[in-house]
């Protein structure tokens, strides 16, 4: 044959089977093998299109559809409430959502459940009015709540096809290279995003600070981003992030963390390499400072620190404490900052934070991680998304990833909260297995976990005082006020959510309260 | 039924079907749905195995496999030429390799091809003994060349599947993150590799620079990599980045690249926002100089160079004349260092850069190509990838991508080099399609695509006297040798090797010569 150039060609060749003849294929007719999807900029080669309704249309998003957010925004995001908004005023029903984490300000989501726009969620964290109503049973199936890696893991393996992943931009170029690190909502990394924008079939650019293109430096690389919308505002910039997170200044808040942070350092951490991650919450922050102090005290440069990552971590970076940070998300504008100017803090994507079928993730040399909890009971079992009366409050996020992983994964928490009890005989919800958790540290004393008798021995050795977590739960149950402990919910009432461990099985399941 | 923790599940759930319980799942066994490769690091969390012989069996490597390699280390590169033989000495057979490019320093493949370890060959750009030997007809098969995006687009449709992708990693962790700016072979960018060690089913890193946990910058992180092993050396630097790439001082030469500059500025390109890759060639690089003076004598600013990185674009990014570089690969040691200090000098993959089946290519948003040529024919057709007789010494490599994604697709060639024309009737090979390809620039004139009459017009207005092809073929007729017009090679000879267009199609077949 002759190809549209009039070169002579054999139609079939040994070793290497029949020929496309050059000018007979064109891109879009290749097989569909991966579901790579077919180019959508325009001749023009821009992605950019008016508005959300037209980025709905061209991705032939229908009734069922799963559309996936994700929340570096957090209480300051706006962009999961205009979408579904616009695909609610379009007449589209049943939609499946996948916000990696649901905030108070997406309380407008509980209409449209109501209405039948939403049918049902996954989610790795959920919190405030939409809790609250899946709570009472609104959804018509249960909510998923998965762990941060748990949902990476989903999308990457099919359990969870996304349709269509709006992607909040504090940065974007009409050709839908994304940054977080500018513009009047800067957000810091956009580790949860970059496994939408990989896996969904569609991706979409919700920017309020386009620029030319190129947008540099690039987060989320054009190849991946099928259409750029630009609004007035993808978010409030003050719920965003903090201007400052803050430290516990309560004295038993701080005693907590003081001994967490001689449990790392007795338990043998506190030397080079040290790797290290804790949360946000006010005796998190604290344990951080005592770690600094230690790694100083020893002249130790530990190798990185991860997570979420805020001002106390960031001060660890420069300081030299850190080698480097991997930051799946920043808490507060310090993060944001040295996100953006130091290359030794660099993002992670949830899939290399924490998902447990990829070829290694970045929990899994984490030497200590602090953990908070609602609950902690006799097995060491954590729970982190319901109250001790079963409402809905949270849910994982990256709690089980990291205790999982980490090879010392310590539960801070005081006895008790207000007037109940938190160490108690069985978690009202199971989030993190007990299996994961080595040490429970509260004000009355320190619990290892049975299953770490070596750790424990170290601890003793280094004149640490072990209680046994029995004896934590008797003092909680004293401290608390009577009454407080509940009875086990009657197991008829209906599930309104189900808790997936990061391997996608069921751990637990929260029931209907009215 | 209960789970593992003895909590009480429902077996099945109305909007979500059956219930896995927790405990009874292992992430292995789940379903293989996007191929994801299970962890494979050890309870160590280490993934280093002692060489690479252990490597190869581990990944399972069996006759007939798909082994890949990437091209950063260019005519210094040790690694494939390392894995290979091991492979020879395991006694494997008919193995298909799939390297981003081959160099004379490949020549130990040869005796591997004749002794049938390997059996066929896909690159983008192939030199020296390995490709003399595919004119010679060495291989069983035809060998597979393929654009640079092209590469990238048959990896990422699963048109060309790869068992094993061993990444030549200048600085590695054991926990498999990789950055190519340190280490004593240090190559800057990995934006080849990246395709391979997204799709591969397993991804061996070979590194002699091996870091503590974590590699600091990390180019390719820990998610995708099985493997990591550590050798003696990878490659030999001086062979890898040349110190300094020259720009030509051949007055011919200059004439041509200053010609091909006023081309683009009387195109109307020189303007803010202005994009521009050129090779490393030397008229090449006179062209980015002309250029630079262009860009300054008019205070434009321009959005992005990209390609191949050489000094001379990191000269223009570093005096503001780009606003970012976008880098598959670094050309010489400035580039190199470049890329590890500048933020707004960023690595791109090879997809990024130019796959035509992505959601869009940087080469879709260039304005201006300077590109090389074997020869250029009276339909404009260019051939990179074999003499005027027919003799294998290139390929397309990002030729045929950027010329079909560039606005303004600019040749420049000598009418002849040593005794043979260079603009001939009808190219040896066509690599890149003639309707890619807007001007040819000669020391004898400027002829434009008679498909582009607008862009004549403009060049013409600005005073650049144009000539027709047919007039630069005569003129180049003239100047050459009688008797250098080869006739057209016996259709019946056999085919050695197929040049793939970037969306898979055969664009030309090359022949055996004996």
Redesign the interface.
Known sequence: MR???G????DY????GD?????????AS??D??A??????DDN?S?LVPDLRTALKICSVRDGATLSFHHHLRNGDHVMNMVLQEAARMGLRDLRIAPSSIFPVHEPLVRLIEAGVV??IHTGYVSGPVADSITRGLL???A?LQTHGGRA?AI????LPIDVAFIAAPTADD??NINGVSGPNACGTLGYAMVDARFAKR?VAVTDNLV???A???DI??????LVVKVESIGEASRIVSGTTRITDDFVGLAIAATAAKVIEAAGFIEN?FSFQTGAGGISLAVAGFVKNAMQRKGVTG??ASGGVTAQIVEMLEQGLF??V?DVQCFDLRAVGSYRAN??H?A??A??YA????????V??LDAMILGAAEVDM?F?VNVTTTANGRLIGGSGGHSDTAAGSKLAIVTTRLTAGTHAKIVESVST?TT??ASIDVVVTEAGVAVNPLRAELAGRLSAAGIALVPIARLYDLAREASVAGQILKPRD?STR?VA?QQ?R???????IRAIR
């Open positions: 190809n549209a150039l070169r002579e060609l054999p060749i040994d070793g290497f020929l496309h003849a050059y000018g007979q294929l064109t891109v290749l097989p093998k991966t790579l999807p077919i180019p959508s900029a080669c992605k049918r049902t018509a199936g249960p998923i893991r990457e393996a099919g359990e050709y839908g991706v030319s293109y190129p540099c430096p690039v690389t054009q190849e991946w981003v099928d390499g190798s990185f080698q480097t991997f290359r030794a660099q992670m994507s899939s290399m998902s447990p079928a990829q070829r290694g993730a970045v899994n040399r097995q079992n199971v297995p007990g197991s599930v189900l461990y391997d996608g099985s069921i751990i637990d399941v």
